[in-house]
């Protein structure tokens, strides 16, 4: 009884101080996200792995299509076996048709997002206005189930619902077969074109890229039903797994690059081609010219009107792209991993020499090695990279990237944004191709995760090139907060000049944090690792990437995903004060401590409230008292009291305040730069802040003198405002506001 109601006063008293301290309501930054995401079922365990009961839906496509080059048109049989895993039976399917995202009177954002100035560019004019009338979208010519009966169709913009004559049941399979055709877009002409085609009117030859080009089963799962989010092309993917077999007609002088392995080679290829690309299987050092650049001009000129089929075989993937050209270069060389090889092979047109023959490749076995040390190795036969005038885009074993040197010459600059897209565009294999989130709905989760590992090859394997840190996103993070969204908005809800920072940077940074310095690398690469394995060739959500990190490090890091990912909070802390004690020793070193103390400050003063400007007053002398009995209660052991003072005596002991103006709690990392010029660096864990999350009074004890203070030297936490990070106050300006008055101007 006694000793409760002790307890119950001293807990009254502890809550008034804390009250009294904080003055700001209480946030919950350390409660759980339970709230915030999905709870776990048997389909996804709150372990953050699939569950018992997880089950995904599978389309396998047989596809016949020809490239007409004369009207730049494509044309297209296909047969879809798409097999109903899902515990549910369906009575109609959707299916993708993306290339109406063109079409016109579609929803498109080209217009909405953009304002009519005086002297703007005639291209962005055209994405506004459609000024050039472009025939974009398909043709669907039939739908037909597999007796050949027709199937009843109804278009929603991006998106076709086929009924089906009899209900799909849970566990069986049926078949569609769709005959269909369209314009191939001309790139220049659309805003975010990232295939079409190019036309080159020096030589009177076009490049075509062709991605999005066949319909597609849209995702049907446990956490959506269908997909439901049309295309307006920020949200790029949500596809199924499935086996391929695709025959590509052309003209017979182009060279075909596809998704797949081609399955037909001594057909289409010439004997030298052929002896060429053999001997490349065994280049390991080097890419091997299967079609050289005297080859390609001389292809430049044929205009061959004959045809030929290319036929590709492409097993466990998402979806298939080609690019088709008889202007490409083609070089190719092995790649050796624990458990496959496959083939790096670049395909360009001669206005890509000299780079894209020095580097394409290179950059593919590059990407290739990092990332599959740091999730499971790819398990494709090739992987390939196309050149294009700008941007980039990824498909599975494919993808079509920006940038060309101009007269044969390119700047560092534009060299490291190509080899760096490359690299990216590559990884995308790894997020979504194989670890198959869903981007309709999240963008970061794709390309946060694979910038991530992007910037983590560009560290690796290209030192010098400029990298994202958590410095990098400093200035977003700061920015206008009613402009702001956090990460976990939906892919096209997001504006078009901040879905960069917001769902490529900020997650990179982010996992960069957690790795280098809140959860430790090995521990960190073993959960990502983790993650990456349990959700390679199905459809992870937020929920199982934030479990399975958690799961698999034994780390609480709801607090992390609560600021970092659902909120627009920022790290700025402020080191408000610091005070600086010595213990007063009765019996020694009297002389020594009045030289550094102009006097000892008497018990009964009320020195808390003062706030100091530097350590020039030298400390402050306080006594330590014995302890009351009374503080014992029933213990029969006690402190020794001389023994505590003489620990301390002569040892300088620093009461920080640290105040959370940004909002986001983090760890708090300590630069102490020692009277002598040494330096030592320690960091609080982020859960300093969870009885007061808007100021904390941290107590040090150092041996040696400190003459200055930094809170985040390293922009490791990316705190915002480093003005306010030192004790004493540092003069310069900040890098953060240097770049503000430089956006003012
Ligand atoms: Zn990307």
New binding site residues.
């Given amino acids: 009884m006694m000793i409760r109601l002790l307890l119950s006063v001293l807990v009254a008293a502890y809550f008034t101080s804390i009250l009294n301290a904080q003055n700001q309501t209480w946030q919950g930054k350390f409660e759980p996200i339970d709230r915030l995401i999905a709870p776990p079922n048997t389909y996804r365990t709150a372990s953050g792995a699939p569950g018992k009961a997880y089950w995904q839906q599978r389309a396998d496509y047989h596809i016949m299509v020809t490239l007409n080059e004369t009207n730049n048109t494509i044309s297209g049989e296909e047969t879809i076996t798409y097999y109903n895993n899902s515990p549910d039976d369906l009575s109609y399917v959707w299916v993708q048709l993306e290339q109406n995202v063109n079409k016109k009177g579609n929803e498109d954002f080209g217009t909405i997002n953009n304002n009519i100035e005086d002297g703007m560019s005639t291209r962005k004019m055209q994405f506004l206005t459609r000024a050039i009338d472009f025939p974009a979208g398909y043709s669907i010519k039939y739908v037909k189930d597999s007796d050949g009966k027709p199937l009843k169709t109804l278009v929603n913009n991006t998106m076709m619902k086929v009924k089906l004559n009899k209900t799909l049941k849970s566990g069986e399979s049926a078949q569609l077969s769709i005959s269909w055709s369209y314009h191939i877009t001309d790139r220049s002409l659309f805003l975010l074109s990232r295939e079409g085609y190019e036309y080159f009117p020096g030589d009177d030859n076009t490049v075509y890229l062709m991605g999005h080009w066949f319909p597609r089963m849209a995702v049907y799962n446990d956490t959506e039903g269908w997909q439901n989010q049309q295309f307006q092309k920020l949200g790029?993917f949500a596809l199924e797994f499935g086996n391929y077999h695709v025959e590509i007609t052309v003209p017979e002088d182009h060279i075909v690059a596809s998704t797949g392995k081609l399955i037909n080679r001594e057909d289409v290829l010439t004997k030298t081609q052929l002896k060429r690309f053999k001997s490349a299987e065994k280049s390991f050092n080097k890419p091997v010219m299967i079609v050289t650049e005297e080859e390609a001009i001389a292809n430049e000129k044929q205009k061959s009107t004959k045809q030929k089929t290319w036929k590709f075989k492409a097993e466990n993937v998402r979806d298939i792209a080609f690019a088709s050209s008889r202007k490409f270069l083609w070089d190719a060389q092995a790649v050796k991993l624990p458990t496959n090889t496959a083939m790096a092979m670049s395909f360009y047109p001669k206005e890509g020499l000299p780079v894209w023959q020095e580097e394409s490749t290179k950059a593919i076995k590059h990407a290739l090695e990092v990332y599959s040390e740091a999730t499971f190795d790819y398990p494709y036969p090739v992987c390939i990279s196309v050149n294009t005038s700008n941007i980039?885009?990824?498909f599975p074993m494919i993808s079509f990237n920006g940038g060309r040197p101009k007269n044969g010459k390119i700047t560092d600059v534009a060299k490291q944004r190509m080899v760096s897209t490359i690299i990216?565009?590559v990884?995308?294999n790894w997020f979504p191709m194989i670890v198959s989130s869903d981007e309709r709905k999240w963008m970061w989760m794709?390309?946060g995760l694979?910038?991530f590992l992007?910037h983590r090859t560009l560290a690796e394997r290209y030192p010098s090139f400029n990298r994202y840190t958590p410095k990098t996103i400093i200035p977003f993070m700061s920015g206008d907060k009613s402009i702001l969204r956090p990460i976990m908005t939906t892919s096209d809800n997001e504006l078009f000049n901040q879905f960069g920072m917001n769902f490529?940077v900020k997650p990179t940074v982010g996992l960069q944090m957690l790795r280098n310095s809140i959860i430790g690398k090995e521990l960190f690469d073993e959960a990502f690792r983790e993650y990456a394995n349990r959700w390679k060739y199905k459809h992870p959500n937020p929920a199982d990437l934030f479990r399975t990190l958690e799961d698999a490090t034994a780390t609480d890091l709801d607090w992390f995903f609560r600021g970092w990912f659902f909120t627009t909070d920022h790290v700025d802390m402020e080191l408000s004060n610091v005070k600086w004690f010595k213990v007063f020793e009765e019996e020694s070193n009297i002389e020594d401590q009045k030289g550094t103390s102009k006097s000892k400050i008497a018990t009964t003063e009320k020195s808390s409230e003062t706030v100091t400007e530097d350590f020039s007053n030298g400390p402050e002398m306080i006594t330590v008292a014995n302890t009351p009995d009374k503080n014992y209660g029933q213990f029969l052991s006690r402190l020794d009291n001389d023994a505590v003072r003489k620990e301390l005596a002569g040892k300088n002991i620093y009461e920080l305040t640290i105040k959370n103006i940004g909002g986001l709690v983090m760890p708090v990392t300590i630069e102490w730069i020692f009277t002598d010029g040494t330096t030592e660096t320690e960091t609080l864990p982020a859960q300093v802040w969870r009885r007061n999350e808007y100021e904390i009074t941290p107590t040090f004890v150092k041996n040696k003198a400190v003459a200055k203070i930094n809170l985040d030297p390293n922009f490791e936490f990316a705190d915002t405002n480093s003005m306010n990070n030192s004790f004493p106050k540092t003069e310069s300006k900040s890098d953060f506001d240097t770049f503000k008055n430089r956006k003012k101007e």
């Fill in positions: 790029e980039g885009i990824e990216h565009e990884g995308h794709d390309e694979n910038t992007h490529y």
